[in-house]
């Protein structure tokens, strides 16, 4: 799984492109060979292991290597036979050994392995050997001197070669070439080098979007390799010319085959006259050399300075483009303005001087300053610039201004960033707050919008914005520590009246910094917020929630401290509802407990446009990849989709839609109204003129308003409105038409104004695929962005659907058919149910559709009963169980039947039974593994038997239900569509 996910990220952010592919040769371990009383110098008195654990650690670098020891040439070439190591470091003293022969019989067997010799001290009685050695199978000779970070730096020296070119090829790495023939000296200099270079590549690292993010681009920090003549340091140049940060160079050393004592002079010289900008440091145990090097215009260094490290790292970040970007006047130096991120960068373009930019642009500051933070894909895209001369200048910048704000827009898409006030702004658009888990609703959202990034579904639709909203997670440590903070870990499990708990939550703190968070939040998105649950069982593989919490949208207008208000309060109502009573209900109907649930929020950006007074999208829906119950000339593999004009509650609580089919749009669609022939009559809308009082009855914010409100608005039906012309009666696309105003959403499921079907086919497909089993999606569909911005589809959440038993013997016969209460061609499930003894059955004789909501009351009543007694039961209704419109059905929420194992929805003569796919309940419904069955006697589709249901024992008798008690059997067959309950 982690080398996929790897694969995701490195084909998505930009940010991460290419350091999961950068330094792939590391040193795990190394083979140290020497005698006991080096062994014990190192192990005991040095603690090298230790030590070099420790520095590791504070430098944040992982895997430090593991030591092996050898005590001589045997046991070190077997250790070699049988171990895997990637380093041999050796003493030089190994009693009558020689260093040379043995590095040779290494080389021999292992021809790739490097090889160090250490010499425990400048003084020791070999060390001529390191002055005179010609042997090609010793890679380096360094000191010992006490000092562990020296193990640091061999390591380090020797993975920057191992890895050097092909992480050049990768990412136009940056290297920093060390010009030295002191081993004494670089023995000291280059664990300085590499810990001022770790922890100035660290610093850099601000915008980076999270901890893996930060540790990635740890691996493109910029390399060091080592020189030690004047025709080394110049063969190293030439070959990596267009990657050099800068050269380090001693004054001193070997030119054309002897000892020059200027060679570094003209080492410079001649590196200068091939690049006059490249910065070149020289160094020497002379101070009178400063004088001739500031002359030369290159930087001095005492060797023997004892602010050596200091001035050193003062340098680096002068010189390497580490630390702030600093704007300055080319004619005087004088610094105008200084920026430390790449976004401080973008923001601070526009108002620099046009010939301080063109300074820094055409001597390529910028690109090297954002390669020393590793962001190698933007420097290359910023290098890649050029101002012809007397070309126009404010142009390019504008240019690299736009280059910027894409590249940091698009590196988060698919990611998730973890939020900093220092980096929020309008280019995140996956962020957490906190370190717990993102809830059900906030995985599925990240995964999916990495996985359709990954498959390049967006890229495939280029004229429309596919995306899911911009969002911020509050993850589930903020709510427990919330619940802690307040004690309100009693009242959680106390048997208290929702309203009772609402109150309590309201009028409880949040914490000082998390209010910080959500004020810079509202700083940066000025549009209508959604706060929606995101529960850590909510959406979950196995056994997903739907609609059991709640969503809270708020206008966001007013002041700053009343949008505060309203924020904080919204996110204390979602927080409140994971112990509301349907919630513990409906727990208590899966295998989990309470206190396995724990709430994250995400707060997004409403997807809409404001329309008058109100902000709406113009097509809400709900899609599934798999149609439990397909037409004629279907498949279930189809898939279905209901879409609704408004916000998608109409679909997710009352399943009031038009339904249509992903795969076959252009075949006629059915709206599932009132009366099931009727269009939608009424929408649902953000009312921005009232702010969020949080009331149990409306929490969520949204009104119900009449289609007349959108018609005064006609921009916002187009394509999604016909109007039916009485004179002639026919349809008319045109949104100007007179007559009356049809949502048939014609515009995109017939002609093809916005690729709505095969969008939400392909997301469809490629969720089902990625997640390994049908899903659930929600969506929504904005078609009035303001030019240039595209019209856009965005999704809200992907689910995946629960499926039933796989039993496949569930056999069912003539016999059983004749015999049945109830017969069922139309059912969900699979399998058998001989437990069950209770059914409970609306009085079919005397339904009155206008007493649906005393019915829900009854049931209600009923279910509790059922509840303290452990029972189970058949449940028996008519019209569409669950739809928050009670002229379609009973409007029950799960709590109130959550003991219903097998549930009936029959039509009556005027009052047809559709199972609508899109609900919350039905999702509910199918994750719990109930049966489900729907019959509509009076056309044909299955039977229900008055006579034999009038003979059985009643027990109970309210106002518009009985309750009968006898043994039961339930058989379904999800093969084949078919089901029975029959009287033992």
């Not at 959202?445 to 990495?450: E, H, K, N, Q, W």
């Not at 509802?577 to 209900?585: H, L, M, N, P």
Request: aromatic share 10%.
């Amino acid at each position: 799984m982690h080398s996929c996910y790897t694969f995701f990220m490195y084909t998505l952010d930009p940010t991460w492109l290419p350091f999961s592919n950068m330094m792939l040769n590391h040193i795990y371990n190394v083979l140290l060979i020497c005698n006991d009383y080096d062994r014990f110098l190192l192990e005991e008195d040095g603690r090298i292991e230790e030590e070099l654990y420790i520095e590791y650690t504070q430098l944040r670098l992982s895997s430090p290597p593991k030591i092996t020891y050898a005590s001589g040439r045997e046991e070190a070439l077997e250790l070699l036979e049988t171990r895997k190591f990637e380093l041999v470091i050796t003493m030089l003293d190994l009693g009558p050994e020689s260093v040379e022969d043995l590095a040779s019989s290494i080389k021999e067997v292992e021809p790739e392995m490097p090889i160090i010799a250490l010499s425990p001290s400048s003084g020791h009685r070999r060390n001529k050997l390191i002055k005179g050695s010609d042997s090609i199978a010793i890679d380096y000779f360094f000191y010992w001197q006490g000092d562990p970070t020296i193990f640091l730096a061999m390591i380090k020296l020797v993975e920057d070669r191992m890895n050097l070119d092909h992480d050049i090829a990768e990412a136009d790495v940056g290297l920093i070439i060390l010009v030295e023939d002191s081993v004494r000296f670089y023995s000291s200099y280059l664990p300085m080098i590499y810990t001022c270079l770790i922890q100035q590549t660290q610093a850099m690292i601000l915008e980076a979007l999270n901890n893996w993010g930060k540790t990635l681009r740890m691996r493109g920090r910029p390399k060091i390799v080592l020189a030690k003549n004047y025709e080394e340091a110049l063969a190293l140049y030439e070959k990596y010319q267009k990657h050099i940060l800068g050269v380090i160079t001693d004054v001193s050393y070997e030119m054309a085959g002897v000892h020059n004592k200027y060679a570094g002079f003209a080492l410079a010289e001649e590196l200068h006259r091939r690049n006059s900008e490249l910065p070149i440091l020289l160094q020497s145990n002379e101070l009178s050399m400063k004088e001739a090097a500031e002359r030369s215009g290159t930087h001095f260094i005492y060797k023997r300075s004892s602010s050596l490290f200091t001035q050193l790292a003062s340098y680096m970040r002068t010189n390497y483009g580490f630390g702030p970007f600093i704007f300055r006047n080319p004619a005087t130096g004088a610094e105008i303005a200084r920026v430390e991120t790449m976004r401080a960068l973008q923001h601070i373009l526009p108002d620099i001087d046009l010939t301080s930019f063109e300074y820094h642009f055409r001597n390529e500051h910028f690109s090297r300053w954002l390669k020393a933070q590793s962001l190698y894909t933007i420097a290359a895209k910023i290098k890649a610039l050029k101002i012809p001369e007397g070309g126009d200048v404010a142009r390019i910048r504008d240019e690299m201004i736009e280059t910027i704000r894409s590249y940091r827009a698009e590196r988060t898409k698919g990611v998730i960033a973890q939020f900093s006030p220092s980096n929020y702004d309008e280019t995140l658009f996956f962020s957490r707050i906190g370190t717990g888990s993102l809830g059900g609703k906030g995985r599925g959202l990240a995964f999916i919008d990495m996985v359709l990034r990954q498959a390049g579904i967006p890229a495939k639709y280029p004229d429309i914005y596919l995306s899911i909203p911009r969002s911020v997670v509050i993850a589930t440590d903020q709510f427990e520590s919330f619940i802690e903070a307040n004690d309100l870990k009693d009242i959680t499990t106390a048997d208290l009246p929702d309203d009772t708990l609402l109150s309590i939550f309201l009028s409880k703190p949040l914490a000082e910094d998390l209010i910080e968070n959500l004020k810079h939040i509202l700083s940066v998105i000025k549009q209508p917020i959604c706060i929606r649950s995101s529960s850590l069982l909510e959406d979950s593989h196995y056994q997903p929630f739907a609609g059991v919490y709640e969503t809270v949208m708020i206008p966001n207008r007013g002041s700053e401290e009343a949008r505060l208000e309203e924020l904080s309060n919204a996110v204390k109502s979602v927080w409140a509802s994971t112990y509301f009573r349907r919630a513990k209900e409906y727990v208590k109907a899966t295998d989990y407990l309470l206190g396995d649930e724990k709430m994250a929020i995400i707060i997004q950006q409403v997807i809409g446009s404001q329309h008058g007074s109100y902000w709406y999208p113009n097509i809400g829906g709900v899609a599934r990849s798999i149609n439990y119950y397909p037409p004629s000339g279907e498949k279930p593999e189809d898939g279905v989709g209901l879409l609704s004009f408004g916000f998608g509650k109409a679909v997710v609580e009352s399943g009031s839609a038009l339904r249509f089919s992903p795969t076959h749009p252009k075949r006629p669609s059915q709206f599932l109204g009132g009366n099931q022939s009727s269009s939608q009559e009424q929408f649902y809308a953000l009312d921005l003129r009232e702010g969020f009082i949080p009331r149990l009855d409306r929490l969520d914010n949204l009104k119900l308003v009449d289609l007349g409100e959108a018609e005064a608005n006609p921009e916002s039906l187009r394509y999604v409105a016909s109007t039916f012309d009485f004179a002639n009666g026919t349809f008319n696309e045109a949104i100007n038409a007179v007559g009356k105003k049809i949502i048939t959403f014609n515009g995109v499921l017939k002609y093809d104004a916005f690729p709505l079907a095969p969008v939400v086919r392909d997301v469809l497909r490629v969720g089902s695929e990625a997640m390994g089993r049908p899903v659930e999606i929600e969506f929504a569909v904005n078609l009035n962005r303001k030019a240039p911005k595209k019209p856009e589809f965005s999704l809200l959440q992907i689910r995946p659907i629960a499926q039933g038993s796989e039993e496949s013997d569930v056999s069912i016969d003539d016999d059983d058919r004749r015999a049945a209460l109830v017969h069922s061609t139309t059912v969900l499930g699979n399998g058998t149910l001989d437990s069950i003894e209770d059914l409970i059955c609306v009085k079919l004789d005397a339904f009155d559709p206008s007493k649906m909501v005393e019915m829900a009351n009854e049931l209600d009543e009923l279910n509790v009963r059922m509840v303290l007694s452990e029972r189970d039961y058949v449940l028996v209704v008519a019209g569409r169980l669950g739809s928050s419109d009670p002229w379609l059905g009973i409007p029950v929420s799960w709590s109130q039947i959550s003991r219903s194992k097998v549930i009936v929805e029959t039509g009556l003569k005027d009052l047809r039974a559709e199972p609508s796919q899109g609900t919350h309940f039905f999702q509910n419904l199918t994750s719990l593994g109930s049966f489900y069955l729907t019959i509509n006697p009076e056309f044909g589709q299955g039977t229900l038997d008055k006579k034999r249901l009038k003979e059985l024992p009643i027990i109970e008798e309210t106002k518009h239900f009985i309750h009968a008690r006898t043994p039961l059997l339930v058989k379904v067959n999800g093969f084949t569509g078919e089901g029975v309950i029959l009287r033992c």
